[in-house]
């Protein structure tokens, strides 16, 4: 039976990393899958790319489109060729995903028999949810984290923002795509104690 898989960690905590072994190991093994990314993330367009330098090409996910109809669709056009239906759905930033899209994806799961293994942020640099990962939390069958360490040697836990001078920002809109030119991976305690030093200051 198919599950619904939904692997989140920190920024830098190797999920794409291990989506792209995911995806290698499948390829060697001749299983039938797709590599999906929201194209809200604008950083590689059409691209997973992961910090060790590994990247392979995906398919873009508009914040509008309906995935279940959309894998559908593709399904029909394999059979058409007499090519194997697909077995996996591999899902890079699941975080950008809307609530809706990520019930589509259960849909995929229930109804179509695919497996759908996401891969995201848990929450914000407020510490708050993404709307996708929310959804992935309440209805996920299998839910792990890729853990990382701050580095004071805790584990991470907050995907903090910062501005060009260094200090630790605090407001602001919730979706701002970067790298480790905007984001730093903390603690929770890290965190808070970079936000109580900017106080001080000002």
Not at 12 to 39: Q, V, W
Not at 130 to 141: M, P, Q, V, W
Request: hydrophobic share 35%; proline share 2%; net charge neutral.
């Amino acid at each position: 039976m198919a599950k619904l898989y939904f692997n989140y960690g920190a920024m830098g905590s190797r999920k794409s990393l291990d989506l792209l072994a995911t995806a290698y190991n499948f390829e060697e093994k001749n299983i039938p899958f797709l590599t999906l990314k929201p194209s809200l993330d604008t950083r590689d367009v059409g691209v997973i790319k992961s910090r060790a330098g590994l990247e392979r090409k995906c398919t873009l996910i508009p914040h509008d489109v309906n995935i279940y109809d959309s894998i559908y669709e593709y399904n029909e056009i394999m059979s058409e060729k007499n090519d194997a239906p697909l077995k996996w759905i591999l899902v890079d930033e699941c975080q950008f995903l809307t609530e809706e899209q990520v019930d589509q994806l259960s849909d995929i799961v229930d109804y179509m028999n695919i497996n759908v293994m996401c891969y995201g942020l848990r929450t914000d640099f407020k510490s708050h949810l993404f709307s996708g990962s929310k959804r992935l939390f309440e209805i996920a069958d299998d839910i792990q984290e890729i853990k990382s360490s701050c580095s004071c040697g805790h584990k991470t836990s907050i995907n903090a923002r910062f501005n060009r001078n260094g200090d630790i920002i605090t407001e602001g809109t919730q979706i701002l795509v970067g790298g480790d030119d905007i984001y730093k991976p903390l603690c929770r305690k890290c965190w808070k104690n970079k936000i109580k030093e900017k106080m001080l200051r000002n």
